[in-house]
């Protein structure tokens, strides 16, 4: 059975940082994209950044510059380093996995932004 396991939300004051980990175990083969989404309250869940097998990297607007996104093809795992955090990041994260044509969603990590 497929696992995402996430770690590394929090709470955190604007200006700082963190690092968010997603292991993925269970069998998963050809992992086509790694990515990372999140969700605040009352909204939508949005795509933050995603990486493919082959290193092409897409951003929302909002992480270019601020945050990056990168994988550990060995290990399965994707990381997201987020600098310059903000009150308005402030979310639910993500991570999901595509892989053989299935898509994989995490169990989320809370992400808090406040001073």
């Known amino acids: 059975q497929v696992q995402l396991v996430e770690s590394g939300g929090g709470l955190v004051q604007p200006g700082g940082s963190l690092r968010l980990s997603c292991a993925a175990s269970?069998?998963?083969?050809?992992?086509?994209?790694m990515g990372w989404y999140r969700q605040a309250p009352g909204k939508q869940r949005d795509r933050v950044a995603i990486?493919?097998?082959?290193?092409?990297?897409i951003y929302t607007n909002s992480a270019k510059g601020r945050f990056a996104i990168s994988r550990d093809n060995a290990k399965n795992t994707v990381y997201l380093q987020m600098n310059s955090l903000e009150p308005e990041d402030t979310a639910v994260y993500y991570c999901?996995?595509?892989?053989?044509?299935?898509?994989?969603w995490g169990q989320g990590t809370q992400v808090t932004v406040s001073s």
């Open positions: 999901n996995v595509i892989a053989a044509g299935t898509s994989y």
């Open positions: 269970g069998g998963i083969f050809r992992i086509a994209v």
């Open positions: 990486i493919t097998a082959s290193g092409t990297i």
